[in-house]
């Protein structure tokens, strides 16, 4: 295999044939994922999970084999449900020192976006993230672990970017005033909707929790919406956070990472493109006072993203990878752009 066959445990799982190759695959922030091929043509993703991000890997796991044990009942096509390749014990991931790694089935013929190329595409995600949603209806909640605690709690984030800031461990906070103050000056409003949840209006689901356009697997050939992947996060939350993060990154005019913001916005024919596919699928499975949070979800979840952006920017990059000096300050500034943004077009997002 092309040279490096050691640094990859794809010996330790049940592959079809003899892996020939295995290059870096996607775009994700978190997780390293490379795409292996086997000689008998068979495709794999592995990935070493991240166990600095993910504390207890194990937990995570054992969620993962639950949550697509539960969605396989109801999908009978492989390609819409993840599925794991078996270690030669038969476990669900290989640990070697301190590295976890897991490999899955290639969705044959997939593949992800990092934008929304039409509206089409976008409500086919939301389609499918409300398929998600609906599935998990009846998934016994109490069996999730929860992967990353406090996890969209956005005022906990506010503490945690407040603390980067006194610290200022890199020295960078002078050059990033600008977006400190606009954090800074939102931060009275960031338990909007874990208030609304303390106080029981709304609801605790099931839910994904990291709704990323790329999150979602396309048919490449009928760009129909397949699978929902990156299971990591799958835990109990709201369902606003699932719309909103959606939104956040898949009505975007602009990549995550645009340096130029003027090309930087949320475009509402997005935006009801994906409310309307996703209320949909959801079949009237949210009370009303769900559905009137959705908008919320989505400043908020942007809001947070440029926090918790800004936050790594701060302490050093040591969360989200980067690619380039500044990336993810870049990101914050996109993130603060899509908030100014949605805040001007509020009275368009009601729903
Ligand atoms: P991260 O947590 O780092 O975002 P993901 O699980 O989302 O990792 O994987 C990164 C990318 O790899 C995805 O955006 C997608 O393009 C691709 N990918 C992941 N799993 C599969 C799969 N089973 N089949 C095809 N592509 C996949
Ligand atoms: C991360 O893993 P990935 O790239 O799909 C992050 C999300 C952020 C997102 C921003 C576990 O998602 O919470 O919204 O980056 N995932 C984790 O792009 O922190
Ligand atoms: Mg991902």
């Not at 796991?61 to 030669?88: G, Q, W």
């Not at 086919?124 to 398929?131: L, T």
């Not at 409003?189 to 029981?200: D, V």
């Not at 709201?238 to 719309?243: E, G």
């Amino acid at each position: 295999m092309n040279g490096e066959s050691e640094r990859y445990p794809l010996s330790a799982f049940r592959l079809e044939g003899r892996p020939l190759s295995c290059l870096p695959y996607g775009s994700g922030h978190i997780n390293e994922t490379y795409l292996a091929v086997t000689d008998t043509g068979r495709q794999y993703i592995l990935q070493k999970i991240n166990s600095q991000v993910f504390r207890d890997v194990p937990a995570l796991m054992a969620n993962i084999e639950a949550v697509t044990a539960h969605l396989r009942k109801s999908e009978r096509d492989p390609r819409r449900v993840l599925t794991l390749v078996p270690t030669l014990e038969g476990g669900s991931f290989h640990r070697e020192g301190e590295g976890y790694w897991r490999v899955y089935d290639f969705v044959t013929g997939s593949l992800s976006l990092d934008q929304a190329e039409s509206a089409a595409d976008f409500a086919e995600s939301a389609s499918a993230f409300g398929h998600f949603q609906r599935l998990l209806q009846d998934f016994p909640a109490a069996r999730l672990h929860e992967t990353i605690p406090n996890f969209h709690d956005t005022p906990k984030r506010c503490l945690a970017l407040r603390e980067a800031i006194e610290k200022d461990v890199m020295g960078r906070a002078a050059g990033a005033k600008e977006e400190i103050d606009f954090a800074l000056a939102r931060e009275s409003g960031a338990g909007e909707l874990t208030e609304a949840l303390r106080k029981g209006e709304l609801p605790l689901r099931v839910t994904h929790n990291d709704t990323k356009l790329n999150n979602v697997l396309f048919d490449a050939k009928t760009r129909k919406a397949l699978c929902v992947i990156d299971l990591d996060t799958v835990m109990p939350g709201l369902c606003a956070n699932d719309f909103g993060d959606s939104i956040r990154f898949g009505a975007s005019t602009a990549a995550e990472d645009e340096r130029d913001l003027d090309r930087v916005s949320m475009s509402l024919d997005l935006y009801r493109a994906y409310s309307e596919a996703f209320l949909a699928a959801c079949a009237g499975g949210l009370s009303d006072r769900e559905v009137s949070s959705l908008p919320v979800g989505a400043r908020m979840m942007t809001y947070e993203c440029g926090v918790r952006f800004l936050t790594d920017y701060l302490s050093g990059d040591t969360y989200f990878r980067i690619h380039r000096e500044g990336h993810n300050l870049d990101r914050c500034r996109t993130q603060f752009k899509l908030v100014r943004d949605m805040e001007e077009k509020w009275s368009e997002m009601r729903l």
